[in-house]
Every structure is written in C-alpha cells, then in structure tokens.
C-alpha cells in the first residue's frame, strides 16, 4: 500500500482498503460469528466479565483520580508534576499499541497477546510495592524519576493489553452484546472493589503513608496477576495469518491516515474522542483541590481518599447498569451523548463545593460520582469504534482510537502549571466548555446500526 495515495488510485484503494463507502448497514462492517464461536459465546463472555472483574478490582487500589495523584504528592507535590500523569497514562495507551497494531492483527490467537501484557502490567506495581516498602517515611530524590519510569512502562503493557482484548472481544463477541458485556464485568467489579476498599483502604491509609501505599500496589499487582491467568480459559480458534501484509508493522502510522482519510464515519469520530481528553486531564487535580481549600488534618484527608474510591467504582457499576442495555438497544452514539453532558457537570461541582465550604466539605464525594462515568465513556468510544470498523480491520481502529485520546495530553504538564499559576477556577472552567463541545459534536457522529436511506 502506497504511503500517500495517487488521486487516480484514491478511489480504488477506499474501496480495497475497507468497505467505508455512503453509511454502510453495521451488518456489512461486522458480519456474523462463526457457529464454532456462537457454540461457545457464553463461555467466553464469562471470562471476558472475569477477566474485567480481578482488574478492576486491582485497579481500585490505584485508581487515578485519587490513588496515584495522592502518591505523587507524598513523593513530590506539584501541580506541573501531577500534570505528566495523564500525559504519561495517554501515551503508553496510544504509541505502543499503535506500534503493536499491525503485529497482533497477523497472530493467529490473540488470547496469548492478551495474557503475556495483562501479566506484564503486575510487574511495575510489585517494584513500587518494594521501594515504598523499604522507603515508608520520606522517599529518596530518584523516587520520582523511577515512578514516572514505572508508570509510563505500566500504562504502555495497560494499552497493548486494551488493545487484545478489544480485538479478542470483537472477535468472540456479536456487537449487540457489547453492552451486556459492560455491565456483568463493571457491576460484576464494582461490587467486591468497593468491598476490598472499604475493608482494607481505611486501615492502610492510617498508618504511615509509605506502608499503606506498598499494601495497595502489592493487591493491584496480585490481582492484575490473577486477571492476566484468566485468558487461558478463553476459546478462540486460530485464524490464518496473512503473511503479505508485513509493511503495516512498519509504517502504522499509515494506517492511522488511511482510517481518517478513507472513512467518513472515524472522521467524524476524531474530535470526539479527542475532546473526550479534556476530562482525564482533569483527573489528578481534583483530590488537589480538595486538600488545598478544605480545612482537613491529613487522617481526615486519608479517609476521604478511601471514601471516594468507593463512590468512584459504585457510581460506576450503576451506571453501567442503565447505559451498558442502552448501547445494546439504543447504539452506543446516544450513550457517548449522555456521558459527555454528564461530565461536564464535574468541574463546575467541585468549584461550587469549594465555594461553599461549609456544604462541601460534607459533599465533595458527589464529584466522584461524576467521575466514575470516566472509564465508562471510554469503554464506549472503544465500543463503538468497534461498530464502525470491519472485523479484520479491528486492532487499527482501536490504536488509532488510542491515538486520538492522546494527541491532548501533550498539554497535560501545562495544565498543572496553569492551576499553579491562575488558580483551579480558570482551567476548570475551560475543561467543562471542552467537555460540552465534545457532547455537542456527539450529534454529528454516524450511528452504525442504522442503514442510510
């Protein structure tokens, strides 16, 4: 395939490339399972929900709006400093799996991929769990460096393992069951993940900072261990590789072009997914903005912490409740909708309840409420992704979705250091108009399961 199409070829290559022609019904984009699939769906969709289930609740014990800011602050506080996490979270999510893309397209079991990089993302946090553990009281000046080293490794094997298992889901699973899917393994998860939180966090967060965060690291690692196991039971015949496609290893970024230029649809898509950044990049700030103008003593603050992962993952499991059936029935179009005029809602809460302190510093969790939507949304830009692009074309379209979501966070870094210069008021502000855009732009967006006139 030529790098940059001829005008005379252009349209031949559309329409070798994929079938992205005028609206095509979903049918022709994803065609039916193969009966040896459908005879063992309900078995893969088990582990599928298991597999969600253990990491999500190793995720808990990290959870980025709360856990990994709060570190980072025990370690070195700065807003500039908190700003390079969702920098750092989007770029191993997007590069490495853009790299990897043309790779797993050709391997004949994708289950393995999805096994070795699950099991690959344990690693990081079982070091950080022995460094915090041998430094528990002040941590030595290098300790920033390695864990932003650490961090940037763990969410690189986070990304290539999003991408197995999105392709591995479209794979084994009818896009109609996307939604069903969603909810078994977010409530399946939500429910013990805030029962291990409630039960453990309290306890550990009391005691000196660095013990307590080398408790939470050494679960996350243990039960991202135990997720990683459950690929094995996975059924997924091989498929033949195709041995003359090499050239899209080499040159993936070709094929992020090809996508945006050839398929009206993913187009449209872009700056959708694109401003769906806007509320990531406001994930570390908000225990930021909590501590800095509520009158709360650090043990207060600890339980706080604790609180608001358990909001965080319940709000999540009772949303995936109602929008997880509605992606089913409805499309997952008018679930994105709902998502982004609901996030928009965060920043403008959090500002009020610092305003008003005396209410706030009772009702500061409601914000976390909102932010439990977060993994949500993007599990359904993921979703629909999948519905908008051919079967075999899967692992470019979810990396070049990745890719999407992390052109943004170059900007995360100056973000922090705009909150440390102008205030949270101006930046929150503006990430709350970027959110109501991105809802806006959610009506332009095509909807698969409908076949154009």
Known sequence: MPAVPSEESEEALASISSPFGEDPPLSSKTPPLSPEILQHEKQN?????????????????????????????FVMPAGWLRGCLPMLNRFGQSVPPLLYSGYLKRLPRKRNALLFTTLGMAVPFYILAVLVIIYPKASPGWMPVVFLLLYTAFFSLTGLSQLCYGTVQGKLVQATRYGRLL????????????????????????????????????????????SGLLALLLFEPAQEADLDEEEEMEKPWIEVWRLARFDKSFRKFIPVAMLYSSIIMLFPHYQALARERFTWDASF????????????????????????????????????RTIFFLAMLGPLLALFWVEYPQLGEGLYWTV??????????????????????????????????????????CFSPVVGLLIDSLGFEIIFLCGSAL????????????EPRKQKA
């Open 435 to 446: 959110i109501a855009a991105g809802g806006i732009l959610t009506f332009r967006l095509d």
């Open 301 to 336: 603050f600890s339980q706080q912490l604790m609180i608001w992962v358990v909001v965080q993952n319940i709000s999540a499991g009772l949303v995936s409740l109602v929008l997880g059936p509605l992606g089913d029935h409805r499309g997952n179009r008018l679930v994105l």
């Open 368 to 409: 976390f409420s909102i932010l439990g939507l977060t993994p949500v949304g993007i599990k359904m830009l993921y979703n629909y992704t999948l519905e908008i692009g051919p079967a075999e074309e899967h692992p470019h379209y979810l990396s070049a979705t990745g890719l999407c979501l992390a052109a943004p966070f």
């Open 45 to 73: 969709l088990l582990v599928l929900s298991l597999y969600q289930v253990f990491l999500r609740i190793g995720w808990v014990f990290k959870t980025e709006s709360v856990i990994m800011p709060a570190f980072l602050d």
């Open 183 to 226: 909810t078994f393994s977010t409530v399946g998860g939500a429910i013990p993940a805030v029962l291990a939180a409630w039960w453990l966090m309290p306890g550990w967060l009391t005691s000196r900072h660095g013990l307590a965060f080398g408790n939470l690291f050494l679960w996350t690692a243990t039960f991202f261990l135990f």
